[in-house]
């Protein structure tokens, strides 16, 4: 799995704090609470805490963007977030 890649590259530089790492966590705690979700679709408190994490990595990306448009980019594509959009 990518976690495991991206955990080791992440502990060596000792910076499990830094938006990207955490943009990652919550992407991965998204995808285990939306395959949860597929088979318990009346789990209405797993749905409230997905929306919340949800709201948290938004603006998290929405820091990231302003910050580094490059580093938010790279990063939208690594994870498959969200589709580029051609200009």
Do not use: C, P, W
Not at 38 to 58: M, T, V
Request: glycine share 4%; charged share 35%; aromatic share 8%.
């Amino acid at each position: 799995m990518i976690k495991k890649v991206f955990i080791s590259v992440s502990s060596k530089e000792e910076n499990r704090g830094s938006v990207e790492f955490q943009i990652f966590s919550f992407t991965n705690k998204i995808r285990r609470l939306t395959s949860h979700l597929e088979l318990h679709k009346k789990d209405y408190l797993s749905q409230k805490g997905l929306r919340k994490i949800l709201g948290k990595r938004q603006r998290l990306l929405a820091y990231l963007s302003k910050k580094n448009e490059a580093h938010y980019k790279e990063l939208i594509g690594q994870l498959s977030i969200r589709e580029t959009k051609i200009r």
